[in-house]
């Protein structure tokens, strides 16, 4: 806990780790394979407003993308947020 409080960003699966980076405030992407009712649609967490949630694509319909592909979005969106906040 001490040193994911250290973090920049945790990018976790939906697993206790997410939830205790969540707990602590810590900017977090979750990896989840569909939307949980939690987010009530939002890829939002309400407990947890630090967590970003970022779905295998299944809302668009169709088949959902695979978890590569779904890290390939999460990295482009990190990649993108930090250059951003670089600037």
């Given at each position: ?12 699966a939906?697993?206790?780790v997410?939830?205790?980076a969540?707990?602590m405030?810590v ?9 949980t009712?939690?987010g009530?649609?939002t890829?939002r967490r ?5 967590i ?10 169709g ?14 969106r ?10």
């Amino acid at each position: 806990a001490a040193l994911m409080g250290e973090l920049d960003v945790v990018v976790s699966a939906d697993t206790a780790v997410l939830a205790l980076a969540g707990r602590m405030n810590v900017p977090c992407v979750g990896l989840v394979s569909h939307t949980t009712w939690v987010g009530f649609g939002t890829l939002r967490r309400p407990l947890f407003p630090s967590i970003e949630v970022m779905t295998r694509g299944t809302e668009r319909g169709g088949e959902p993308e695979d978890w590569a592909d779904l890290s390939d979005r999460a990295a482009a969106r990190l990649t993108s947020s930090y250059h951003s906040a670089a600037s």
